[in-house]
C-alpha cells in the first residue's frame, strides 16, 4: 500500500485556521503566564498534521483553543472560514484518558456524542454500531468499560469521535497510555483506515511528544518550542505508507525533528559544556519537572560517562535498545539540574554531574538536594514554602491547587509526585502519603 495521490498542500480546502492565536493564564500572584504566543497554521482536508513538543510546549492548549474549547486571549480560530465563538462544530476529539462514562455501555457511550446533537434513538443506534464495527469491537457493545482493556477503552472513544462523522478528528497523545504493542496496532488500523478512506473525517491533528509517532502518522509536522509555545519548525514527510522505521529517509526525519527538539541545532556541541541558566521568572507552571525518577537520572550520566562524557542522543538510544523519545524526559532533568548540556542532538556532561555521578551517597544526595532546590521551581517552592510556615508542615491540597492554575488534575498531581520523590531523595522535606502533609528536613533552606 503507498500514500495516495492528494492536491498540493497549498490547493486544498481550510478546514481550520489559527491565526496569530495567543494564549496568556494568570498566576496565584497575579501575572500573566504566556502559554502561546502568535501561532499561525492551516489544516486542511486530506492530511494527517502531528503537533510535536516537549512538556511547556502549550501543544495540548493548542488543540483546544483550535477544537473551541478554550478562547485564545488574542488572535482567532476559523473554521472554514468564520471565527469560532463556541465549541468548534467540525471537530471531534479523542483523549488520553479515554474518558469514558463507566456506568454506560460502550454503544450507549458511543451514542452520547449523536444524542447531544439531537439524533433520533433509531439513527444513534444504526451509526453507533456501525462506528463500533469499523473500529473492530463488534461484538462488545453491550460491554461496560471495566470489562474492557486500555486498547479497548481507546477504540470505543475512536467510535464515540468518528460516529458523528468530523470534518476534523483531534487527538491528544492518544496511545500514550497504552503498552507499546497496542500502541503500534492502533497506530496501524488508524493508518489503514485513512488510506483506505474508511474513516469519515477529511483530516487529523494529532498531538504528541513522541517523535517516531509523528513521522510514522503526520504528512506535516509542526514542532512547538516552549514557554511560550512558537511554532519552531513545519516539516514536510514525503514517505510513503506504510513507513518503515529502519529506512535511511525515516532515520533522518527522526535525527532532523530531535535536533530541533533537543538541541540548539544552529551551533556545534561545546567541548565543555555549561550548565544552562534556570531563568530567574521560571515557575513550576512554566518549568515543569520531566518524569524522571533520580535513579533514572544517575543511570543516564553513568552511561554518557562510559560514553566519555558526550555522544550523540539516537546513539545512546540504539546502544540501549530504547526509543529515542524514552531518554528525553532524563535528558531534560539532567539538563534542568546543570548536570549536563545538550546541542545539535548530543548530550554532554557537565562538571556538576560529573561530580554528582562520581560521590558517595551521601554526597551525591547533598549535591542533588543543592541543584534541585535552586533549579527546579516546584521543589524550590515547596522548600520554600515549608520555611516560611510556622511548624514547617503544609498540606498537598495547597500545590495541588496552585498547580492546578496550569495543569489539568492528573498532570497536577504527576508533578507533585515527582517532587515528591526528588525532595525526598535529596532529604529536602519528607511527605507522609497517609496525612497528604509535606514536613521540612532540618538544614534544608541551606540548599537554596
Not at 509517532?213 to 514536510?236: C, H, K, Q, T
Not at 525515516?250 to 532532523?256: P, R
Not at 532529604?427 to 538544614?443: I, N, R
Request: aromatic letters at 6%.
Amino acid at each position: 500500500m503507498t500514500t495516495a495521490i492528494r492536491p498540493p498542500y497549498a490547493a486544498r480546502a481550510t478546514i481550520v485556521e489559527a491565526d496569530g492565536v495567543t494564549k496568556t493564564f494568570s498566576t496565584p500572584d497575579g501575572r500573566a503566564l504566556p502559554v502561546l504566543d502568535d501561532i499561525a497554521l492551516r489544516l486542511t482536508e486530506g492530511e494527517i498534521v502531528a503537533l510535536l513538543g516537549k512538556s511547556g510546549s502549550g501543544k495540548s492548549t493548542l488543540l483546544r483553543c483550535l477544537a473551541g474549547l478554550i478562547a485564545p486571549s488574542s488572535g482567532t480560530v476559523s473554521y472554514r472560514g468564520t471565527p469560532l465563538t463556541a465549541a468548534n462544530p467540525g471537530v471531534a476529539m479523542v483523549f488520553q484518558s479515554f474518558a469514558l462514562l463507566p456506568w454506560l455501555t460502550v454503544q450507549q457511550n458511543v451514542e452520547l456524542s449523536l444524542q447531544a446533537r439531537g439524533v433520533s434513538a433509531e439513527e444513534r443506534r444504526e451509526r453507533a454500531l456501525k462506528a463500533i464495527d469499523l473500529i473492530g469491537l463488534d461484538g462488545f457493545e453491550g460491554a461496560y468499560p471495566k470489562e474492557l482493556s486500555g486498547g479497548m477503552r481507546q477504540r470505543v472513544g475512536f467510535a464515540r469521535a468518528l460516529v458523528v462523522e468530523p470534518d476534523a478528528l483531534f487527538m491528544d497523545e492518544p496511545f500514550s497510555a497504552l503498552d507499546v504493542l497496542t500502541a503500534e496496532n492502533l497506530r496501524s488500523e488508524l493508518v489503514g483506515l485513512w488510506e483506505g478512506h474508511e474513516a469519515p473525517v477529511k483530516s487529523i491533528l494529532i498531538v504528541t511528544h513522541n517523535i517516531e509517532e509523528a513521522v510514522l502518522l503526520a504528512d506535516r509536522i509542526l514542532v512547538l518550542s516552549s514557554n511560550p509555545g512558537r511554532i519552531r519548525a513545519e516539516l514536510p514527510v514525503d514517505l510513503a505508507r506504510p513507513r518503515d522505521r529502519r529506512t535511511p529517509q525515516f532515520e533522518a526525519l527522526v535525527d532532523t525533528v530531535y535536533g530541533i527538539l533537543t538541541g540548539r541545532e544552529e551551533r556545534e556541541a561545546p567541548a565543555a559544556p555549561e550548565a544552562v541558566a534556570v531563568p530567574t521568572n521560571a515557575t513550576p507552571i512554566t518549568t515543569p519537572l520531566p518524569v524522571a525518577s533520580v535513579g533514572g537520572l544517575a543511570g543516564l550520566l553513568e552511561i554518557l560517562l562510559s560514553f566519555g562524557g558526550e555522544e550523540g542522543l539516537a546513539e545512546i538510544a540504539d546502544e540501549l535498545n530504547f526509543e529515542v523519545d524514552d531518554l528525553l524526559p532524563l535528558v531534560d532533568a539532567a539538563v534542568l539540574l546543570g548536570f549536563a548540556g545538550t546541542a545539535r542532538a548530543r548530550i554532554a556532561i557537565t562538571d556538576a554531574g560529573r561530580e554528582f555521578t562520581a560521590a558517595d551517597i551521601l554526597t551525591s544526595k547533598q549535591l542533588f538536594a543543592r541543584n534541585a532546590a535552586r533549579r527546579a521551581p516546584l521543589v524550590r517552592a515547596v522548600v520554600q514554602a515549608l520555611a516560611a510556615t510556622d511548624g514547617h508542615k503544609l498540606r498537598e491540597d495547597l500545590f495541588l491547587d496552585l498547580l492546578r492554575r496550569g495543569y489539568d488534575a492528573e498532570d497536577a498531581r504527576r508533578q507533585l509526585d515527582i517532587a515528591i520523590d526528588w525532595g525526598r531523595y535529596g532529604e529536602l522535606y519528607d511527605y507522609d502519603a497517609d496525612d497528604g502533609e509535606f514536613t521540612l528536613e532540618p538544614g534544608a533552606e541551606a540548599a537554596l
